[in-house]
């Protein structure tokens, strides 16, 4: 365990190196690197002079032609590998992504890239997920540097990958199954409320919805509405995740499975019956239920709707996160709770809902916890997402002590 002295002297390198890594995280958050599309090209850029400038190994693994092309992808998917040290024994990685959902520009009160600074908050897309897990980890890092803490035979890798706000499957998920990288032990971005030990997969699901056009006016009766259709499936997939609410994991913190219509799209004009409708669906699966079985559940749940006359539904799989369940008893766990317990006080340790790339490195044999910077009032994914700056600093603290004993204990 990091000793008392030890943690004050991280937590004074990390004072030291805060405006440092405050100056990184609204600089990417001035960098948009919004998925869908996926472009992160200016991103890339800045990581890679950013950790140059440190001094720190640099591999880029970029996701392979036949893989963009099988999940038709718009651009290059690079993953930015940024190696701390390369020791001999145990690799630790730290676990975040580059990549943030959309903006809805008009819900914002701040400037959804200006990065600005309020009442001890950054403010911007990504200021928590995930750049701000980004500046923690490499806040962390550059504080284990300073204090020459970090055990000398432990190799430490920044994993910063792409795509996981639509699966990971060309972020982290090729990083594992390339063999890119082999981490013995991963802190995956999470949040400074909770250790989280375990999270539910994610299956996205786009439904598409034929039907025929016709006039509206003149001969409604001649064509099949696609819109109408598509209202009876998600009224009753809607049905069908108040049902799969009951079905309680037995992780603490992770509740029930849910299914959610998200987005739909379809129609071609007010006077023309909708020919086409498409939506998609987020369903969760708790990391003690099983993915196939959800899947086929899911599809047999639209097989089962009756649909008006003319019409007919089919399902595509858009993205598949894994769910990952570590023990609560394991060290990198333990090392990461009696840390966070001894910075921030009674945090609890528990699983999560939330899918994230964490399932990717567990099913390639690396032991995952998630852990990172931000509360409940980050408005995650929402307008005016933001970090609060002392959320900043302590998850660095916890993860710097964290890497330390997790390296001790596996020497």
């Not at 390369?86 to 943030?100: C, E, M, Q, W």
């Not at 969760?284 to 009756?306: K, L, N, Q, T, Y």
Request: aromatic share 4%; hydrophobic share 40%; glycine share 10%.
């Amino acid at each position: 365990m990091t000793s008392e002295a030890a943690l004050v002297d991280i937590e004074r390198a990390v004072e030291d190196l805060e405006e440092e890594a405050v100056s990184f995280l609204r600089e990417m958050v001035r960098t948009p690197s919004v998925n869908p599309p996926g472009d992160y090209a200016a991103i890339l850029d800045l990581l890679r002079t950013r950790y140059g400038a440190y001094g720190w190994d640099v591999d880029v693994e970029w996701a392979p032609e036949a893989l963009l092309e099988e999940l038709d992808l718009p651009h290059p998917r690079p993953n930015v590998l940024a190696y701390v040290t390369r020791g001999d024994g145990p690799t630790v990685a730290l676990n975040a992504h580059i990549d943030t959902v959309p903006v809805q520009s008009s819900k914002w009160t701040h400037e959804p890239f200006g990065a600005e600074v309020d009442d001890g908050r950054i403010y911007g897309r990504g200021a928590r997920d995930s750049k701000g897990r980004i500046a923690a980890y490499t806040l962390a890092a550059r504080a284990l540097e300073a204090t020459d803490l970090l055990p000398e035979e432990v190799t430490l890798v920044l994993a910063l990958t792409a795509d996981e706000e639509t699966g990971g499957e060309a972020g982290a998920g090729h990083v594992v199954e390339s063999g890119a990288l082999r981490a013995d032990y991963a802190i995956v971005e999470g949040s400074t409320y909770a250790v989280e030990y375990a999270s539910s997969g994610v299956l996205t699901f786009r439904v598409d919805v034929d039907g025929a056009s016709a006039h509206a006016g003149l001969e409604p009766e001649a064509g099949a509405n696609a819109v109408v259709a598509a209202a009876r499936l998600i009224t009753e997939l809607d049905a069908h995740g108040e049902a799969l609410a009951e079905r309680v994991s037995e992780v603490p913190g992770v509740g029930g499975a849910t299914c959610t219509p998200a987005t739909v799209e379809g129609g071609v004009k007010t006077n023309v019956v909708p020919p086409a409708c498409s939506f998609t669906v987020d369903r969760r699966v708790p990391p003690d239920h099983d993915m196939e079985a959800a899947e086929r559940e899911f599809r047999e749940a639209v097989a089962g709707v009756d649909l008006p006359d003319g019409t007919s539904a089919s399902v595509e799989a858009l993205s598949r996160t894994r769910p990952f369940r570590s023990d609560p008893g394991d060290p990198h766990v333990r090392a990461v709770a009696r840390n966070a317990e001894a910075v921030l006080g009674d945090v609890p340790v528990r699983g999560t809902r939330g899918g994230s790339d964490a399932g990717h490195f567990h099913a390639g044999g690396t032991r995952a916890v998630k852990f990172g910077p931000g509360g409940r009032d980050s408005n995650v994914h929402g307008p005016d997402e933001n970090l609060a700056l002392d959320q900043l600093r302590d998850a660095a603290v916890v993860v710097a002590a964290s890497v330390r004993d997790i390296g001790r204990e596996a020497e």
